[in-house]
């Protein structure tokens, strides 16, 4: 490690440029450790270059200090990072862990490792000024005293939100080469984590056995640190996260929660069984010789859960289709250890085994998932309630099947599926003929792209084709403009990338989920349909009829995009996310459309709808583009907001509306 990080330029230390992004300790825990050093000079007050957490360990010694390095180009301001750690990455056997540069750790580092800490005993040690200060940071953006220590499901959508949309911008500054590329972190995930813990924007910090508040089996993570910063799993490294506990007769350490990566993990035939291994080196490396793992740490808070039976948290890491080196995790629910025993590894040296059972009566979290892969990948597996293998006919490059589970009904009525528009109406506003000079593809920070000039300077998706932010209006590439086909600002013209499915809904008609985990940002479909004018839409068909897409409505006001204060942005130039359409747009997927047809409404939606404009034909048509609005793990149904139509023209007395059969806690009653 470079012990520069943690130096500062306070009495008693020596003096490095913070600026300056050093090698450091893959990150074990998000309980913070300040040097000894620091805890002794800083008497409460933090370098304004420093945010009140300092992840990192004490230096063996002082260095001369490196030369300035300029600032990053955008106006955003670095935060102290910590280092990378391997998405993923698993504490169990044979599992050493690892630096930025794939070096496994030594015995020493190991030894150094920091055992979980209650945060709520860390939040007693800082000074009463920091403590304010964060406070009134984390209050601006909604998050109260009370919910950091006890969250609600409310508060944890939240934070991940958040999370996420801040790791979203940092990707598209890196992408657009706007962070200095000395001081830019590949993983955006550890930056965003960085921000959210120095402006205490968590929740669920009170540590805990048992259930957490907020979170939901069969919730979904991209990421490691999402669990850490809702209090699911603490440690953003290690596999098994305990604390101590006290009663009346001894103390002693207890395991709240492990995630299984499937590595090394002898994952049985019975779903709501799991044998997991425990965590340490079997093989030291530099005296070549075999070891037992050691009844310490993790393992012997597992062995004291075993003994005391106090529930588990399970989480299940899967892999990720659309990214081979990275994981999914699913929350599987409550679990306790029947058994525990001593194998031997694969090096010949002693393993702990633990066998978890999955309490009964939990909703089904990594059992269904199981059977979703088995749909996909063997056409031969039953699947219950299959009416038809496409509903798209051939449209869509992946089949859309049709299922009914519920009752007798054959499928919904009659009508022709289209990708698109159908007689879609040049978008006023904007002129007719443009595209922009790119060669092969557009690149972001590419300020001479004139489709990324219409974005504000901003390429509106990252490498991987998530939307960064919501925007009045998003400008695509279109058949008008040079770049190739498969440039990346062609997001919503590329039609399904999920394995979709139409299904029989318990009260609701038909519905639409996805047999795929979707991440927060991605593109899910168009809405097609024919594009119709104010003088067809009457009392009878119209405002009333299901199959009605109208941007005039009235929707209820939601934030997605990142929080500039978070980040400590200075520019002022932060797109608006209240959509800008001159005049309404007014589809009917009544005869001609395609999936999202079958999108119901809920008033807590996890879909939302995008504006976006792009030139075909040499002219420029508006289309409505939906996108995932946060994590949705597979099958869960997928609903958006339909909005209120208001009142009917030349009335004084609204519309009449449909009622809502949502079930969301914060529904509003009715729709439409």
Known sequence: MDEGLCQNPVPGSGFVDKTRIVEAKPLRSLAPVLPKSLQSSLSGQYPSVFPPFVLCEEPQESQPSPAPIPAPIRSYRNPVDEEETPHGAHGGTCSPMKDLNGKSEDADSQKRAVPPMNSCNLSQKRSKKTKESQLDLSSSVGISVALRDDGDREVVNLVLMTFDSIRRRLCQLEDSNELNTMMAIKRADLRASTVMTSKAFRTNMRRRVGAVPGVEIGDIFFFRLEMCIVGLHGQSMSGIDYMVVKDEVQEEQVALSIVSSGVYDNNTDDDDVLVYSGQGENFNKKDKHVLDQKLHR???????????????????????????????????????????????????????????????????????????????????????????????????????????????????????????????????????????????????????????????????????????????????????????????????????????????????????RSLDAIRAGTFICEYAGEVIDRSKVNENWGYNDEYVFDTSRIFHPFKWNFEPSLLEEISTNISSEDYAISSPLIISSNNFGNVARYMNHSCSPNVFWQPVLYAENNQSFLHIAFFALRHIPPMAELTYDYGCSGQAEGSSAPKERNKCLCGSSKCRGSFG
């Open 298 to 512: 993790g393992n012997l808070a597992l062995d004291k859960s075993w003994r005391r039976q106090n529930e588990v948290r399970v989480i299940r890491g899967l892999r990720d289709a659309a990214n081979k080196n990275a994981k999914i995790y699913v929350y599987d629910g409550l679990y306790k250890i029947q058994d525990t025993w001593i194998e031997k590894g694969q090096s010949g040296g002693g393993v702990f085994k633990y066998k978890f059972v999955r309490l009964p009566g939990q909703p089904s979290a990594f059992a269904g998932w199981r059977s979703v892969q088995k749909w996909k990948t063997d056409s031969s597996t039953l699947r219950t309630g299959l009416i038809l293998a496409d509903l798209s006919t051939g449209s869509e490059s992946i089949p859309v099947p049709l299922v009914n589970e519920v009752d007798n009904e054959k499928g919904p009525s009659f009508f022709t599926y289209f990708h698109s528009l159908k007689d879609p109406k040049p978008f006023s506003s904007v002129q007719s003929s443009y595209g922009c000079n790119c060669n092969k593809t557009c690149v972001p920070g590419d300020l001479s792209c004139s489709c990324i000039q219409r974005n504000e300077g901003d390429f509106p998706y990252t490498a991987n084709a998530i939307l960064v932010s919501r925007k009045p209006l998003v400008h695509e590439c279109g058949p008008m403009c040079k770049c190739f086909p498969n440039c990346k600002n062609r997001v919503s013209q590329t039609g399904l990338k999920h394995q979709m499915e139409v299904f029989k809904t318990k009260d609701r008609g038909w519905g639409l």
